[in-house]
T-cell receptor, first 115, second 112 residues
């Protein structure tokens, strides 16, 4: 079964510190991987996506993620956390199911930024 | 473009009542999805559609029904509301499964 594992349901960092949110995946097809962000009381919006063009993917708001096939990982990083980064972050992977392709989301990681 | 719109934003239902959550997108996307989000559980796929007239079950379809008569609309029907259906419901659309999903603002449903 295809799956996404996000390690750490809650992560706290100080303002200005490195942000590292972990995501490991399993996929039987070449993976398409996504990171989405959800601000309070809003829907999800795309941060970045990996589509095999480059292993280091840059997204919005200074976030980036590196695809590592050997580790089946797609961790999200940002060099310096800002208060506005406080949100919930979801990793997602494309997979085949029942003849159609679908996207499965991880359980999410809530990021707290401490002043 | 309005993107993906959902109505209502909030709703309280009594056990056994029925309702329809509306979802409309104006981007001419073929793929549409309904998710429910519960605390600490991430998003669970309820139903999806790959085009008008084609729908299929996701991970948690029990207690729900959908239809897709047009490209734009993908309503979700709850026939006999139960407390277990208390959740936040999100509709999303995308032009292709490998592309970005565009989410609506969500419907917060409480069943008492």
């Amino acid at each position: 079964a295809q799956s996404v594992t996000q390690l750490g349901s809650h992560v706290s960092v100080s303002e200005g510190a490195l942000v590292l949110l972990r995501c490991n995946y399993s996929s039987s097809v070449p993976p398409y991987l996504f990171w989405y962000v959800q601000y309070p009381n809003q829907g999800l919006q795309l941060l970045l996506k990996y589509t095999s063009a480059a292993t280091l993917v840059k997204g919005i708001n200074g976030f980036e993620a590196e695809f590592k096939k050997s580790e089946t990982s797609f961790h999200l990083t940002k060099p310096s956390a800002h208060m506005s980064d406080a949100a919930e972050y979801f990793c997602a992977v494309r997979h085949n199911s029942g003849g159609y392709q679908k996207v499965t989301f991880g359980i999410g990681t809530k990021l707290q930024v401490i002043p | 473009n309005a993107g993906v719109t959902q109505t209502p934003k909030f709703r309280i239902l009594k056990i056994g009542q029925s309702m329809t959550l509306q979802c409309t997108q104006d981007m001419n996307h073929n793929y549409m999805y309904w998710y429910r989000q519960d605390p600490g559980m991430g998003l669970k796929l309820i139903y999806y559609s790959v085009g008008a007239g084609i729908t299929d079950k996701g991970e948690v379809p029990n207690g729900y029904n959908v239809s897709r008569s047009t490209t734009e609309d993908f309503p979700l029907r709850l026939e006999l509301a139960a407390p277990s259906q208390t959740s936040v419901y999100f509709c999303a659309s995308t032009p292709a499964v490998t592309d970005t999903q565009y989410f609506g603002p969500g419907t917060r449903l409480t069943v008492l």
